[in-house]
Structures are given as C-alpha cells and as structure tokens.
C-alpha cells in the first residue's frame, strides 16, 4: 500500500506540475497580450494627441489669418473713407469679407471641437479597456495560483 501512496502522489505531483507549467504559459500568454494592447492604446494615443495638436496649430494659424485679414480690411475702410467715389464699394467687401472669415473660423471651430471629444471618448474608451483586461489577467492570475495550490 505504501508504494501504491508513493506512486499515487507522483502522480498527483506530475499532475499538479503540468498544471502549473499550464498556467504559467497561460500567464505569459495573456502577459504578451496586454503588453501588444497597451502599445497599441499607446501608439493610438500618441497619434491622436498629435491630431489635436495639429488642430490646434491650424486653429492658430487659421486664427492669425483671420486678424491679418481683418487688419487689412481696416485698412481697406480707411482708405475708402478718404475716397468719397469707392467708400460704400470697400466698406461692404470688407464686411463681405469679415463676415465669411467668421463663419469659417466658426466651422472649423465646430469641427476642431467635434474632433477632439471623438479622441477623448476613444481615448477614454481604450483605457477601459486596458483596465478590463487587467483586470481579467488578475483573475486569471490568482485562479493560477489557487489551480496550483
């Protein structure tokens, strides 16, 4: 009987072995996993708070542009007011002018602001995901360790 014990818990011993070689593959298994998704949210991240800095460049630029023009329209007026024949022609393209520089800095204002909730939504999106992932190689990681116990 004694041998039949020993040959038994070499057994279980076997047993309790390949299962923890098992779940330590597992383990790394989901490791290589997480780690590929957070230099995927990573890099998506990186990418997106480069979009927003180019929009933000164009905003200011787009912006510049604008006070540039408005300056010029100005100095349009000033100058059609010391032209009594060309006075009313200048002052309503400037206004023309000014009106549309407006409603295109609003439009791209819009736009700038639509776009940068859309990352930050998928930004927040990922990192709920990279919290249920971690979350779930925690799991698995102590149901591992309680398999191998």
């Keep these: 009987k004694s041998r ?3 040959e038994r818990a070499q057994k279980e011993l ?3 072995t390949a299962k ?3 779940a330590g593959e597992r383990a ?3 490791e290589e996993q ?3 998704f957070r230099e995927t949210a990573a890099s998506e991240a990186g990418e997106q ?3 927003i800095r180019a929009l933000e460049a164009q905003l200011v630029q787009k912006t510049e542009e604008i006070a540039a023009q408005g300056q010029k329209s100005r100095e349009d007026v000033e100058r059609a007011q010391k032209e009594l024949v060309d006075a ?3 002052a309503d393209a400037a206004g023309e002018r000014a009106a549309d520089l407006e409603e295109q ?3 791209f204002r819009e736009t700038a602001a639509s776009e940068a909730g859309e990352q930050a939504a998928r930004i927040r999106a990922l990192e709920a995901q990279l919290v249920q992932k971690t979350e779930e190689i925690a799991a698995q990681g102590q149901k591992s360790r309680e398999d191998v116990e």
């Design 4 to 6: 039949e014990d020993v």
């Design 14 to 16: 076997v047993d309790a």
């Design 20 to 22: 923890a070689d098992a």
């Design 28 to 30: 790394a298994d989901l």
């Design 34 to 36: 997480l780690r590929k």
């Design 49 to 51: 708070a480069a979009r």
């Design 88 to 90: 009313t022609a200048k």
């Design 105 to 107: 800095l609003r439009k």
